[in-house]
């Protein structure tokens, strides 16, 4: 069951994260061209799913690797989405990539390692833009709720929180997804929480087995990543699910919804 | 699905761990008296449960806290399992320990401090008992998996593993109940795997949506700590979830697993 | 003995980081006031030393605390530092407050938080202004060097690595300052390696000893907050060292430099 | 200084641990013939140290590694040590073990993994020789000391400390040598504490700048492993330093000692 105290983050007229639905975000970790996007965006829609997401500008550990496709990428997303009646979540790299990312997105993402870049928050918290935080792959709740009311003192009250695994000693995937942390929060916080269970494996096979226990732990949403031919992707290759496993993937997070009393949308 | 790999460790003609059913273990944190054991097993048969835990001798950080009834313990544990007709674990603690053990226990858990303690595990590994081998709260699978073969060597076959959280810059719990181990151990390796979702969340009010996440993860069993009045528990009574709560507890268990394609026994 | 591979950082004319000196750094968490600022400084120079650090922009985890006194803040260390002939190191807490920062610094520090805020990081590679890059609190050694790399395509070669402790599962103060990090850089790479003891331990009875710790392992400096009142501090009071032992910590520090063949300044 | 309050742990009429002296035990990881410790005997009693250290019974991961002489080792270790006028250190594994190590060694060891192996704590207990607490790789100070309560309580005084670094996020070698630890200890504990930079660090290119940084930090003294041919070790071999390379190393500790107001014996 939704707790009840759970507050609904509008996204679109009909679209609300944190009530009795489950938000099932997708898309691919990177936007690498039309054709790519557009196959993820057309499997979404036949499979039920309402928000895309596809990095544009990307965090990448190494100087050396792919940064994205830019302010392209974020065309490319926008288009498609409209195209198959999507919703759109990409991440603001940073204050000054703000504006330009509000033009095209309906959920602002602010990724792990910049979740205590006070400026950046502080500026989404100016915006009335739905927020999706993510947590620091080494933070506490604790930080991350103040991170959180970085933004809402700002006066944005819109905010969806997403557990994305954090790093420990676990050799099992590339982080751990902390499925106690969604549970604490369902049980104390208002914000709706979703799980990134891509990130928070770090290996395809585990997606879906992690994507049921964050579901089973109490949240609100997922959002994984897909690529039509994950071998090719330029970006978190390891990780990406096959698009062609869309649809069971979803239909088995039915299932699993429909016993906890929830509906995937 | 159960993956058609795991191996099938009969604890008795009736009962298997590692095959369809989903087995729950409950049970105190550790046996008190005749009286408290009894209203446990008492529920546990209501609710249609076959494997009583509870721990006599017990292995606590501080040497001022209560230490367990110690023989007096495993006598009252056996009686009130036979009463019941339910089958019974235990901790060995030590070699020294071992033989009594063996006479009251249908299983013999390994705790987690002595994941690695070896002479323990080589003097399993030359009975035939079913061990069920915790993990070590900062052990990676690999070490896990290394220590299982300490006993396998040995030439007792009869491993369940059991995953009970690991200590991680989380604040959500004591421990983080990792629930990636869970589900990579079921693609990769043959025994079943166990979750015990009371000490990897430390919480009483994070044990069942961790439960959730265990089954929905994989897990072939779990195994909860009960207590008729959490409050007065010796021991561990953060996390002890209120007997009047068991029937219920099992329940959504048995719906979780109905969807999973399971059955709790 | 310094390792003869080590970059040498000016400056100034006179102040190079990376060679046979041991730059020791001090100031306070946050510049609070004049008064503040140049009691410090006057201490400073009393004890022979020449870079003076001292927070304007705070990154805090809550929003309710002191956040800095921004502007004014830059403008009193600088003041102060010019009066006893020092140099000045703050923070650069994100690309907008970049201009600003660099009218007042000699060198720019790149805080914990921010070491993959890679706009940032690009911005401060544009310049030629010497760069204090923190490691992240959970970051690892290979993280951190890519996050320099990030800074030295762009052009700036001048980089000064700060080690100021990692979260770990340790009680023995806030962090758990890596020395094993401070000597796999001194084999290894060719930046200068400044260590944080007050960072490092989050306690102030904890940094003399950190600190010799951290030259004794072949730091090239230390970075060290003191606070002519620590309990009224409005920021990191518990880790702040009282002015008044700076001179007694200054010469403890110089006999030990001594003995490994190098000097104080 | 030492600290004024540390118990000094007397081991033979001339050696005491926890005084002004630094104790510098060395050896091999493991005894691995008559030959190999001699060569370490001789060299240390050239050195001018008098603890041996060497593992006979070796808890090892796998079980397919090395696991030591047994009782062959312990004879062979105790031989070469009395040739030399050495003491002797090493680890009983279990409490069935306690007795046979006993008869052969001046300071008992227990490891790592058995830090909360109670039964063990217990047994050492009821002795009144002294023993060697290692930190388990994952335990918190608190955990350690209430483990070394564990011993006192039963009647045994005499305990020496032994932090052997830390399992955490970093990549700096295979464990974090924890010096904050070190500092804590020496301030609020009446235990001496030895440092082990030979696991704190895991890699042979660390342990001199690593045992440096121990002294540093307040270390009462060092257990470092030497090998004649490290690539040859048959466990460990990453982390021994080469035997021909201890006079150096222990001369550098001297001069380190000396600024320290201290001595290495």
Redesign the interface.
Known sequence: MVKPHTKNIPISPEIRIGGKDIIFIAGPCAIESYRQARDIAMAMRKAGLHIMRGGAFK??????TFQGLGKEGLEILRQVADEFGLLVITEA?????LPLVMEYADIIQIGS??M?????LWAVGETEKPVMLKRG???????WL??A??IT?RGNPNIILCERG????????S?????????????TCPYPVIADPSH??G?S??VL??A???????ADGLMVEFHPHPPQALSDKEQAVALEVLPQFVEEMR??A??LGREIV
């Open positions: 965090p990448r550990t190494s100087p050396h790299l940073s204050v000054e990539h390692r910049n205590q870049h006070f400026p950046l792959f080494m933070s506490t709740v604790e930080e103040l991170a009311k970085h003192t954090i790093r420990t000693a676990s050799d099992a995937g982080n751990t997804l902390d499925v106690n942390a969604i549970a604490l929060l369902k049980e928070g494996t290996r096979d585990l087995p992690a049921k226990a964050a579901l089973a732990a109490g299932a699993l429909g016993v």
